[in-house]
């Protein structure tokens, strides 16, 4: 089987960030944006949202790590 991934683009991180900063969680971000769960958390850890604390995400700051 083959998978298929998907790239985050700069407008899904921006979706990301006002998610997180109007208090969604985790799974309900992850399907508005279309990726897996453990996709989603990567990417926050990228945007510097540390020990759970989502509203810290910057969609700037995982754009830059990449």
């Keep these: 089987m083959k998978r298929k991934y998907k ?3 700069y407008e899904d991180r921006k ?3 006002a998610m997180c900063k109007a208090g969604n969680n985790a799974e309900a971000i992850a399907d508005a944006v279309g990726v897996h769960r453990g996709t989603l ?10 020990n759970g604390k989502r509203q ?3 969609a700037e700051l995982a754009q830059r790590a990449i």
């Excluded at 958390?41 to 540390?50: F, I, S």
Aim: hydrophobic fraction near 20%; charge should be positive.
């Design 7 to 9: 790239r985050l683009s």
């Design 15 to 17: 979706k990301i960030e």
């Design 56 to 58: 810290q995400y910057s």
């Design 41 to 50: 958390y990567r990417e926050l850890q990228r945007g510097g949202a540390e």
